[in-house]
């Protein structure tokens, strides 16, 4: 295992003894991959079929242990990268042996549980309702009947709002693989005549090659008359591009378990902007740096939406959709910059700020524009280099 230190275990605990948890037992990727630093697999091919439950965090919330559950088979390069006491593994798949992986992954919760001092007592234990299998919720029923179970979603994610000194370098790394792709984008949108995927599979390749891997990725690269409405993600596909088109691009990876999410918006061929094009480019860019602006300690969400709308209306436009969101561990977490979000803005927070406008079915142009912002308390610090892509 890595370092000892762990500032964000320390923070859930603070949260879940005020929720009234003795231990916790998380099953979501952001929570498990947020407490021990281990990056959680994105669930998705052959790995996710190969056991039974997904991987899980054990963790006591006085002084005591705690434990990352993972299938055997990523237990070794699990215990390198946790910042867990200890690891409990269980069979997944296994070539030349039979296995009961449904068996193995519930005796791992059992011991886990067990060695955390919760078998034949009370007390209570905190869970994600959202996430956590049936079969576990079972067996606590059943072999642990006398703990309490209680939902921390709440617990959790009032944790995660204020990121650590360690989350902030790591964001601040994925904002930096996010520039690449836009700089990418921004060189290949100077030539008409690349289909999206060739383009996508550019960008794609130098953001890997920034992270030092290849890393999970999603979002979405529009052109032309697919950039005038919202169908994210709806891109990229057999489209080659056109002198004069919209490019648009919205796209999100993962590094050491941290995203970045950031959109720039483009015209291709190096042709200059027709009025239209350039007042809905330049209305969604003065949207986020007002919503950006907006995003210093004292002020509520509300303001960063409220800048946002301000700034639009300056230019004859309404907003399309809300005006961001807080980043970390997932994509999109809470708060999100929308009129009704009345939560207290503070510094440490890390928001992706992606106002849009859109001229929709009929039209020829969109555009959205979107920075990820370090909370100081001097006010906001823009994490992303990359420059609008029109100017």
Request: glycine residues 10%.
């Amino acid at each position: 295992m890595t370092s000892t230190v762990n500032d964000e275990l320390t923070q859930a605990r603070h949260a879940l003894a005020a929720a009234g948890c003795d231990a916790v037992l998380l099953a979501s990727l952001a929570n498990v991959t947020y407490v021990s630093g281990y990056e959680v697999p994105v669930p998705v091919g052959a790995h996710a079929e190969m056991a039974y439950g997904p991987d899980l965090a054990l963790c006591s919330v006085g002084d005591g242990g705690s434990w990352l559950i993972v299938p055997a088979g990523a237990a070794a390069g699990a215990g390198k990268k946790s910042r867990l006491d200890g690891v409990i593994p269980f069979d997944g798949f296994d070539s030349f042996h039979a296995t009961d992986s449904h068996a193995s992954y519930l005796a791992a919760v059992r011991r886990g549980l067990a060695e955390a001092g919760l078998a034949n007592t009370s007390g209570t234990l905190g869970v994600e309702y959202r996430y956590l299998p049936f079969a576990v919720g079972a067996l606590l029923a059943e072999e642990f009947p006398r703990l309490r179970l209680v939902d921390v979603e709440g617990a959790m994610q009032q944790a995660r709002t204020i990121k650590t000194a360690r989350e902030i370098a790591l964001l601040r790394r994925a904002s930096h693989v996010a520039d690449v792709g836009h700089r990418t984008l921004a060189e290949l949108s100077r030539t008409a005549g690349q289909t999206e995927f060739a383009m996508w599979g550019e960008i794609t390749a130098r953001m890997f090659a920034a992270a030092g891997r290849d890393v999970p990725v999603t979002g979405e690269l529009v052109t032309g008359p697919r950039t005038t409405t919202v169908e994210y993600p709806n891109g990229p596909r057999m489209r080659r591009t056109e002198p004069g088109d919209a490019a648009l691009m919205d796209i999100s990876q993962r590094v050491d378990g941290y995203w970045s999410d950031c959109t720039n918006t483009h015209i291709i061929g190096g042709v200059a902007p027709s009025a239209e094009q350039w007042r809905y480019a330049k209305a969604s860019q003065a949207a986020c740096e007002a919503a950006m602006d907006a995003l210093r300690p004292g002020n509520r969400a509300a303001d960063a939406w409220h800048a946002a709308a301000a700034a639009f209306r300056s230019f004859g436009l309404e907003p399309a959709h809300y005006a961001g969101h807080q980043i970390g561990v997932v994509v999109n977490e809470l708060p999100r910059l929308v009129a009704y979000d009345q939560t207290i803005i503070q510094a440490g927070m890390i928001f992706s700020v992606e106002p849009g406008v859109y001229q929709g079915p009929g039209g020829t142009f969109g555009a959205r524009s979107e920075k990820m912002a370090l909370v100081t308390a001097t006010g906001p610090e823009i994490l992303s280099d990359f420059e609008w892509g029109i100017g």
